[in-house]
């Protein structure tokens, strides 16, 4: 079954800390990674997309993508009390074994920083 | 919010009634999808829309059937509500930007069955 992992949490940091939250997919032929943050109550908003191997760096935001290790992390420097909040990782997994990709959504993380 | 309205924003019906849940976007994007979120589940896709009358099932599309006879509108009906369908229902259009497609997410249809 193709799966997108992530640890429920609840991740506590404080503030001004690194935060760093990970995912595991299940599927090697997966091309696009997503990090999508929500807010209880709220719908999720894209904060970052990545596609290669490596390192993406937005602001405080930085995507980390091991695809031989079927891996993508989000790391947020300098954590802010306003990053608390769900993070979901998304990836397109193949769906229904056609040759056709969906965005599958891990649970989410729940994130909180601590003043 | 891309543009992406979702109505109603709040329901409470009862078991065995229709409900029908609209999104409406306004940047004539091709492909749009419905989701449901469940504590536990995380973000599930019901159908989605890759144009006019061109609909495909989803992960947990039983219990849905869906209809877009316009570019702008995607509608979610339930024919006979259960309570298991109690949920956040949240529709997505996806963007293409240089060969590559983004979902963004509508505000949330947050539906009660009693």
């Known amino acids: 079954q193709k799966e997108v992992e992530q640890n429920s949490g609840p991740l506590s940091v404080p503030e001004g800390a690194i935060a760093s939250l990970n995912c595991t997919y299940s599927?090697?032929?997966?091309?696009?990674f997503f990090w999508y943050r929500q807010y209880s109550g709220k719908s999720p908003e894209l904060i970052m997309s990545?596609?290669?191997?490596g390192d993406k760096e937005d602001g405080r935001f930085t995507a980390q993508l091991n695809k031989a290790s079927q891996y993508v992390s989000l790391l947020i420097r300098d954590s802010q009390p306003s990053d608390s909040a769900t993070y979901l990782c998304?990836?397109?997994?193949?769906?229904?074994?056609?040759?056709?990709?969906?965005?599958?959504f891990g649970k989410g993380t729940k994130l909180s920083v601590i003043p | 919010d891309a543009g992406i309205t979702q109505s109603p924003r709040h329901k409470v019906t009862e078991t065995g009634t229709p409900v029908t849940l609209r999104c409406h976007q306004t940047?004539?994007?091709?492909?749009m999808y419905w989701y449901r979120q469940d504590p536990g589940h995380g973000l599930r896709l019901i159908h989605y829309?890759?144009?006019?009358?061109?609909?495909d099932k989803g992960e947990v599309s039983d219990g849905y059937s869906v209809s877009r006879s316009k570019t702008e509108d995607f509608l979610l009906t339930l024919e006979s509500a259960t309570s298991s369908q109690t949920s956040v229902y949240f529709c997505?259009?996806?963007?293409?930007?240089?060969?590559?497609?983004?979902?963004?997410f509508g505000p949330g249809t947050r539906l009660t069955v009693l």
């Open positions: 997505a259009i996806s963007v293409e930007t240089g060969g590559t497609d983004t979902q963004y």
């Open positions: 940047e004539n994007h091709r492909y």
């Open positions: 990545i596609y290669s191997n």
């Open positions: 599927d090697r032929g997966s091309q696009s």
């Open positions: 829309s890759y144009g006019v009358k061109d609909t």
């Open positions: 998304a990836v397109n997994l193949e769906y229904s074994g056609a040759g056709s990709y969906q965005l599958t």
